[in-house]
């Protein structure tokens, strides 16, 4: 796996998922595991299979938080320039056709958040405007068509 670029909050909440995951959801499906067993015949036992199954999925996602962390790059909040756009900086956009102003935090795929205005760099939005500088206007191609944006404040 490559490197995962994170904040500090980020890894915590990696680290608090994967707490819960060993040490809650783990138990819990031996437990289920361990009831259906004890039902008798294992190789028609529904219960049996579907705890197995989940038992699979749970281990998968246990590897794939364990990997995001061993390979996890701490981003350096306090490196953070303003000049021009990039990771963890605060955008203010104002969309030309409608004048309609957004504000959006350019951060990590996994700490996006659409409803506390997180985007991930990987959208159209931010790579439109990674490395522009306030007063620039970039067209970006989202879904309805392309959309002029200006770029009205860069912070942190």
Same mark, same amino acid.
């Given at each position: 796996m490559s490197q995962v670029y994170l904040t500090k909050d980020g890894l915590a909440k990696l680290k608090k998922e994967l707490d819960h995951l060993m040490n @809650?959801?783990?138990?819990a499906i031996s437990r289920?595991?361990?009831e259906a067993i004890e039902k008798g015949d +294992?190789? *028609?036992n529904a219960e049996y299979d579907s705890a197995k199954?989940? %038992?699979?999925m749970l281990e998968a996602k246990i590897a794939e938080l364990q990997a995001k962390i061993a390979n996890a790059r701490i981003l350096d *909040?306090? =490196?953070i =320039?303003?000049? =021009? @756009? %990039?990771i963890l900086n605060i @955008?203010? +956009?104002r969309n030309q056709k409608n004048n309609a102003t957004m504000k959006y935090t350019l951060v990590p795929e996994s700490e996006a958040d659409l409803k506390q205005g997180k985007i991930s760099v990987n959208t159209p939005i931010a790579k439109g405007l990674m490395g522009k500088k306030v007063g620039d206007v970039v067209e970006i191609k989202v879904p309805s068509g392309i959309i002029p944006f200006e770029i009205v404040d860069i912070s942190i």
């Open positions: @809650v959801e783990r138990p289920m595991i361990g +294992i190789s *028609e199954d989940a %038992q699979g *909040e306090s =490196k =320039k303003t000049s =021009k @756009v %990039q @955008v203010t +956009i």
